[in-house]
């Protein structure tokens, strides 16, 4: 028997939803490119569900940014990765940063990755407001 999944919706579900573009601001994509290929695969699904205005399981809230801006923290032999990207600004998703956190004492974002993330969210702001 033969099932048509148009039928069900199943397909014109999956046309329905658009892609928001990707914009890697900064050194985002070349940080990214030098983690372990698991963290990466993991930074690159959490970021395709944001294209799809979904959220990853392990994607949270980034504190003292307001609301949109996400971190994905992957662990990896020991290592911590992280990416922060924000979804709040129009039909794009910003990738604001991505580092390894040295520290191994505490879970805190170090200050001066924060400032990083604040410079480019303000960015990502500008660049979003001038495009519409």
Request: proline share 4%; net charge positive.
């Amino acid at each position: 028997m033969r099932v048509s999944h148009a039928k069900y919706g199943i397909l014109n579900a999956m046309a329905a939803a658009p892609i928001k573009p990707v914009v890697w601001l900064g050194d985002t994509l070349k940080t990214l490119k030098t983690f372990p290929s698991g963290v990466q695969d993991e930074v690159g699904y959490a970021l395709y569900l944001a294209q799809r205005g979904e959220k990853h399981v392990s994607a949270k809230p980034l504190k003292g940014l307001g609301s949109g801006v996400l971190e994905i923290v992957s662990d990896h032999r020991g290592d911590t990765f992280r990416a922060v990207y924000t979804v709040r600004l129009g039909e794009r998703v910003f990738v604001l940063h991505a580092f390894q956190k040295k520290s191994k004492r505490g879970i805190a974002t170090p200050q001066a990755d924060i400032d990083l993330i604040k410079r480019r969210l303000k960015l990502a702001v500008e660049i979003s407001e001038a495009k519409e």
